[in-house]
């Protein structure tokens, strides 16, 4: 079934165009990639889904509504979540409550209640602590609950953003290059958790530039160049595209002409 | 020994409402301050409580209590129509609409001597008992307590830090900020009517931009990131002056003038700062 | 019909001080995103110096001016790099910005304060030009002239600077991210101190015709154009000083109008009004440019 469906989607900001005539299909249950080298206008695709931009012309459709001109957080009621390619994590907040913030939506809290701290309010804040503990545990950060997030090392603070996004119990994921600046076996570890994830029922989209990790992990790619869709297939046929190839490595032609100038 | 205290307490007692008395405004602007806002407007609030309760002291028979409740409720009406008004702007439009405001509020209440006396103000025959003032701060700090702690509270720093991010996260920042206002105009509305006791007297000049620089610089020296801040601050705010005073009467403004810049530049983020003392923490 | 004719030239010398200090006050705001509680003692200070300059130092009047002006520069500068620059070396953002301007106000009120001897001063006969200007039935004032002169030559030099210089381009680079215009090859902290005294600089000049004009000469000066040169930067949009001079004038005229034949204790407030009234439908002001927000 298909999950969130982009149809024609054109963004400009002044003369460039970020991205143009995009189409394509989220299928439920998926883990999909979303490549291309970088200036592709993969951020602002996830941008415009997020409702922090709106197209110009086209649809979004989350299933069968339109996204449209929605808030942002119209938008994260409707069931998505995201990370951010440089990390935005909240100033000031230890990593738990990070992943507190993140469970806003699962709050089930009136305004009153919460402010006059009821008994019942004053379990749910609790039960959902555990489980913010919990899903930091998920994204192996449970020693670190405690501490100032913005002291911890990148790595660190990437798998404090997936936690925070999961503690709204996402239908759809959106990680935005999740694994940057991390090595090998810890990109391996976010793979896995985001395979353990699809199986729990979530369907993840997710910006990246490591090709192993596409390969690998990934059940559907969809590469992008210069705001337009070259293809989309499976991860092993995309990454064997000629179009695809000369996208991030340039032209064959171009390689050999350097070569014979020095 | 005690008559020394007893002194003590003659001379200074004064200054100690005065402080609880701005310690109301300065909550009233970390209200909005807290969930991202900057304003001024908690000023015009305070008009409000102030005016409406010094007639209800004057002309009603009711109660203290009632009256504190029916100043609050005034603040809290104001605030809400200012915020359906201002809420439409971007953050830094909001903190030039606030300031406008403070000015359009001192012409109206010159301009509707029916309602505030005009520019010879009301004259107030109703002392302010310390012990009133005292639990009524007490109350609004306990309610900022609990907000603090609050699933309100937690979205209020998400929206001042990050509205981008709060926002992809579920929380309606313009929802948010109306609460914020809605709060500011209930501490500001009974910071109104304890500034129109403490001086027994309100005219056009009582809620204009003396309020407005005490109460922002309050909160701001005091520390703007916790609720505690802002009363620290206007407790330091008000005892400096008189502290001035008492030592270099000749120059105090200046004096004023140079501790104010001295905290700035070592403590921009003011004196209770939650984020450095965390960082304290992870650093040992 | 002369009645009229001297009172629109009163409106506009009265709204050319307002754009003046208005367009100084802009200058901080648009570029540094500054709200500065400190820029009237800009005004007043260089009302104060040149007063000095020609009582006792017995300048020529285009010498008083430009002492003036200089004061006010450098009271700007001094107050930018004090206050301003370790707050920007720190990251800490516009609100202890103001605090610090707040307390820069106070401090250099009382200064002036001290200098005026708590009074209001005025510029003895002869250290201006006060004669009147003929234009056939009508006599204008040489001063009220001058300080209309000195709005135009400033608005045109200053959009000549902002938008068709490489300074001006910096400017406004560094005002919209000063990290990405240093990368550009920007010299941020130039580019800052040049701003800021031009920013003193102007209201200074504001300050010298105002005090010279309105006979003055304190730290009520500042005040008293302070607000109308907040008024005049909103109503005309702080992105251009065009729209700052034009709101500024259109300002003095109207409350000189509205003084002579409505009601003078209404005139603040219709000032007010048509302020908030701009904020609230037109908060660009009516040149300004709508600024977007990036995700």
Known sequence: ?262 | MLQRIADFWAAYASTLSYGMVNAFFALATYATLSAGILSFAAVTFGAAGGFLGAQLVLHSGLPMVAIFVLSGCAGLAMALVIAVVFLRLSSHWMALASLALVLITRVFVLNAPVLTGGVNGLSIPQRLPMGWLAVALGIVVIGFYTLHHSWYGIAARAVREDPSVAACMGIDARRIQFIAFGVSGIVGGLGGIMLALYLQFVSPDTFFIGVAFTMIAGTVLGGSHHWFGPVLGAAVFTALPTIMQAIVPDIQDIANGVALLLIMIFLPRGLIDPRAIRLRRVAR | MDLFFSQLLNGCSLGALYALFGIGFGLVFATMGILNAAQGCYASWGAIVALYAAEELHLPFPLTVLAGIAGGAAIAIVVDQLGFQPLRNRGVGMLGALITSIAFWIIFDSLAGFATGQQSLSFPFGTFPAGMFTAGEVLLPIMQLLTIGGLIVVTVGMHGLSAHTRFGAAMRAVGWDPVAAALGGVNSHYVVIVTAGLSGAISGLAGVLGGITTSNVSFMLGQGLMLKGFAAVVVGGYTDVRGTAIAGLALGILEVFCGQYISTSLRDGFTYALLLAFLLLRPQGLFGAKSFVRA
């Open chain 1, 1 to 262: 079934m298909k999950l969130l469906t982009l149809s024609e989607v054109t963004k400009s900001f002044g003369g460039v165009t970020a991205v143009g005539g995009l189409s394509f299909a989220v299928r439920q249950g998926l883990v999909t990639g979303l490549m291309g080298p970088n200036g592709a206008g993969k951020t602002t695709v996830i941008n415009l889904i997020t409702g922090l931009l709106h197209p110009d012309s086209g649809s979004i459709r989350l299933v069968e509504s339109e996204l449209g001109v929605a808030a942002p957080h119209v938008i994260a009621q409707l069931g998505l979540a995201r990370t951010y390619q440089n990390v935005r994590l909240i100033s000031g907040m230890t990593a738990l409550e990070q992943v507190m913030a993140g469970s806003f939506l699962k709050r089930e809290t009136s305004l009153i209640a919460s402010f006059l701290h009821l008994p019942a309010a004053r379990r749910r804040m609790r039960a959902l602590e555990e489980r913010a503990r919990h899903l930091l545990s998920r994204v192996g950060m449970a020693d670190r609950a405690d501490v100032l997030a913005e002291t911890l090392s990148y790595g660190e603070q990437r798998r404090i953003e997936i936690a925070r996004a999961l503690g709204a119990e996402p239908r759809l994921l959106l990680l935005d290059e999740p694994t940057a600046g991390m090595n090998a076996a810890e990109s391996h570890a976010i793979g896995e958790l985001i395979h353990r994830l699809r199986d729990e029922g979530l369907t993840v989209l997710m910006v990246e530039h490591n090709m192993k990790l596409v390969a690998d992990f990934c059940e559907h790619v969809v590469v992008m160049n210069f705001g337009r869709l070259i293809t989309e297939g499976t991860p092993a046929a995309c990454i064997d595209d000629p179009d695809v190839q000369e996208a991030y490595f340039g032209k064959a032609r171009d390689a050999d002409r350097l070569g014979a100038l020095r």
